[in-house]
């Protein structure tokens, strides 16, 4: 057997309903269900049968699975394109032991500086302005939101977007005078980070901050270059070329939030990160969990051809997983060439989105109840609430996060066609015994693991990004001195917004 005939096994797949799947498998819920490291993954309520897991399992071994999760712990190029590994484990304990001694010795560095800050070497500092974008934005805004709500150390902002009003809004709240600034980028080059950058350096010396540079931190994989835009080396905290900026979290792009939580959580984000390694390096495939949703995320994006698929958070502190998985899932998998630069010939990344239960409930179920589109959906909840109010909050929350996934698969027949529900809809179900950091940490590094297998089914690389590069390079001529003429409707847009008819 090739990995084509591998891939014809699953595409063919025989497709049964998942009513009859569970009447046929009355241990389905055991043996589709994994536990680890304080979560609980339900993949019984997807279309995934013994059948369907063996197919899987044999275009893994056609795929060489194995020795690419190898390849990638060991610290091996698999980034071909960029000539890199991919050593975000190594960022957890996890992977060749020189770049586990180098990250745990950056880690150390890190640490110094926030103890220096904890003990007032910059002056009291209150607030903390991380600017960022992408991966040097997403992961450290997704921490703060989900962890740093009781943490109350220090004020943490966010700001990305190269709009003004983001940063207006984001500085509004602090007072420069007890305001320190990271900057964070791994190349130190991205135009919306350094503009940012310079306005809120602006805002600090106009807020009376004698020396503002003195409160600026460089998060980056760059530090010659950080150097170069005027941060002092001693507060330049490297990480390695070889983390990749949608894994970059565990690097000191976490800055921000181990400051705002603490080194201890932040510690406790690595290990629980480090548990879900050792799960994907070690548990055989039928009880793998990033595995397992692999073969889930290849079943409905190529056997059943859905676009999309949907995160539903019934947990307001998970709020910016959706997003934070769009850049990962999208960024690391949107392609359409495999590794060695021949068309891949069948969907790869779905498009990720999704929301926050139980809001999204009143506002986009309609479709995934009885819309034309099949959408496969992942909830994800906590078992232990995140607030203190009345029980019947969280008891409310979850009842319905587990009826909307009952719901789709039951489905109701009627006369009425327009009160029918066909049902037979699949979703996952994830579900933490509580948020905390290292439950976090294992969550995020269990969608990591879930995006390399995805991409290793499909023998592309997931850990390139040429995609984004030339919008950026257009945007670039556009603003340069001697700009190209471009075609009419953009002309137009230019000469209409810019009042420059070129
Ligand atoms: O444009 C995409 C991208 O390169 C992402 O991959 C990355 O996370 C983001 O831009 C920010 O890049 P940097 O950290 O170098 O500023």
Request: charged share 20%; proline share 5%; net charge negative.
């Amino acid at each position: 057997m090739n990995a084509d005939q591998a891939w014809a096994a699953v595409e063919q797949a025989e497709s049964r309903t998942l009513k009859s799947l569970f009447d046929a498998e009355p241990d389905r819920v055991e043996r589709l269900a994994v536990e680890e490291a304080g979560l609980r993954f339900d993949f019984s309520k997807t279309h995934l049968d013994r059948d369907l897991v063996a197919a899987f399992q044999r275009l893994a071994e056609e795929q060489d699975l194995a020795g690419a999760r190898d390849a990638l712990f060991a610290g091996a190029i698999v980034n071909p394109t960029e000539g890199r590994a991919a050593e975000h484990s190594a960022e957890r304990g996890q992977g060749a032991p020189e770049s586990v001694a180098l990250a745990s010795a950056l880690h150390a560095r890190m640490r110094a500086l926030i103890d220096a800050i904890e003990a007032e070497a910059f002056g009291p500092i209150r607030h903390v302005l991380h600017i960022g974008i992408g991966g040097s934005a997403l992961g450290p805004a997704f921490l703060i939101d989900s962890l740093g709500r009781e943490a109350g150390r220090y004020d943490a902002a966010v700001v990305s977007n190269v709009d003004g009003a983001a940063l207006e809004e984001a500085l509004a709240g602090f007072d420069p005078e007890v305001t320190l600034i990271a900057i964070a980028s791994k190349t130190f080059t991205t135009s919306e980070t350094m503009l940012n950058a310079r306005s809120a350096l602006a805002w600090l010396e106009q807020g009376g901050v004698a020396d503002p540079y003195g409160r600026v931190v460089a998060l980056t994989a760059s530090p010659e270059r950080a150097v170069a835009f005027g941060v002092d080396e001693t507060r330049v905290l490297p990480f390695p070329e070889t983390v990749g900026g949608r894994y970059s979290l565990w690097s000191s792009i976490g800055f921000p939030a181990a400051l705002a939580l603490g080194w201890e959580a932040f510690e406790q984000l690595l290990e629980g990160a480090a548990a879900m390694d050792r799960h994907f390096r070690l548990a055989p495939f039928e009880a793998n969990a990033p595995l397992l949703a692999a073969c889930v995320d290849r079943y409905y994006a190529n056997t059943r051809r859905a676009e999309t698929r949907a995160v539903f958070a019934y947990d307001e502190r998970l709020r910016l997983l959706p997003p934070y998985l769009q850049q990962l899932e999208m960024e690391s998998n949107g392609k359409s060439v495999k590794l060695d630069g021949s068309p891949v010939g069948r969907a790869t990344a779905p498009v990720t989105w999704g929301g926050v239960g139980t809001d999204a409930q009143h506002a986009v179920f309609q479709l995934l109840h009885q819309g034309t589109h099949l959408v496969p959906v992942e909830f994800v909840a906590c078992i232990e609430p995140g607030h203190a109010l009345d029980e019947a909050h969280h008891r409310q929350l979850l009842t319905n996060c587990f009826a909307q996934g009952a719901a789709l698969m039951a489905g109701k027949a009627s006369d009425d066609p327009h009160r029918s529900y066909p049902g037979d809809r699949p979703s996952t179900t994830i579900l933490l015994d509580r948020l905390d950091p290292a439950t976090l940490g294992a969550l995020i590094a269990f969608y990591e693991h879930r995006t390399f297998a995805n991409a290793v089914f499909l023998g592309i690389n997931p850990f390139d990004q040429f995609g984004v590069e030339l919008g950026k390079e257009m945007a670039k001529a556009m603003d340069g001195a001697d700009p190209p003429r471009f075609d009419p409707s953009t002309q137009a847009l230019i000469a209409r917004a810019l009042g420059e008819a070129r």
